[in-house]
């Protein structure tokens, strides 16, 4: 089954402390984004990668980071510098070869700062 | 003027009827378009994109893009109640002058449909 997994489902953080967010996808896409979405929102581009070992800061990237070392693997750290981390995180990938890369989304996870 | 704009919502109409999701874009050089489909607590899943000036139909659905205007609109045929849900407008810049793609998408906020019985 091809697809993008998004882990855990569910996160609960303490304030002060870093987080993890996990994302893989067996699609063999190039590319893959983080995603940030509040509620009655629309989604916020967070980070994104279009290769191994290199990536970009999207619009709202300040209190997050990447890494992308493999191409199936694009995990997202929210830090406690992230000042209102509470919202739904979406891990997307596509293509990049094709001129219109469709993206699809991983199934979400949803953090609350308690 | 936000980079991608779509109709307030929320939006309701009968079963049967037609539903219109309408879009509007600010870059002249966006390249690609997509409707984005998101039930609650879910993620969002991709019902059509469209790259031509004109109408492209996928069964029930129709999306139609006039770039002189700027504007994208979604239409739903023969709404059902299974259609309720949050639709999301994003668009794609493309290449840039490399060639190297733009894999960025913009999202509207996104209009809650609502098809009632």
């Known amino acids: 089954d091809g697809g993008i997994t998004q882990s855990p489902k569910y996160l609960f953080r303490k304030e002060g402390q870093n987080v993890t967010l996990s994302c893989e996808q067996n699609?063999?896409?190039?590319?893959m984004y983080w995603y940030r979405q509040d509620p009655g929102q629309g989604l916020r581009l967070i980070y994104y990668s279009q290769i191994v070992n290199d990536f970009q800061k999207g619009d709202i990237a300040e209190g997050y980071s990447v890494s992308r070392e493999k191409k199936e693997s694009f995990p997202l750290t929210v830090t406690s510098a992230q000042k209102n981390p509470t919202a739904f995180y979406l891990c997307a990938s596509s293509v990049t070869s094709g001129n219109y890369n469709e993206q699809f989304f991983g199934p979400g996870t949803r953090l609350t700062v308690l | 003027q936000k980079e991608v704009e779509q109709n307030s919502g929320p939006l309701s109409v009968p079963e049967g009827a037609i539903a219109s999701l309408n879009c509007t874009y600010s870059?002249?050089?966006?390249?690609?378009f997509f409707w984005y489909r998101q039930y609650s607590g879910k993620s969002p899943e991709l019902i059509m994109f469209i790259y031509s000036n004109g109408d492209k139909e996928d069964g029930r659905f129709t999306a139609q893009l006039n770039k002189a205007s700027q504007y994208v609109s979604l239409l739903i045929r023969d709404s059902q109640p299974s259609d309720s849900a949050t639709y999301l407008c994003?668009?794609?810049?493309?290449?840039?002058?490399?060639?190297?793609?733009?894999?960025?998408?913009?999202f509207g906020q996104g209009t809650i449909l609502t098809v009632h019985p």
């Open positions: 870059d002249r050089g966006s390249q690609s």
């Open positions: 994003a668009v794609n810049k493309g290449r840039d002058a490399g060639g190297t793609s733009y894999g960025k998408l913009t």
């Open positions: 699609l063999n896409h190039d590319a």
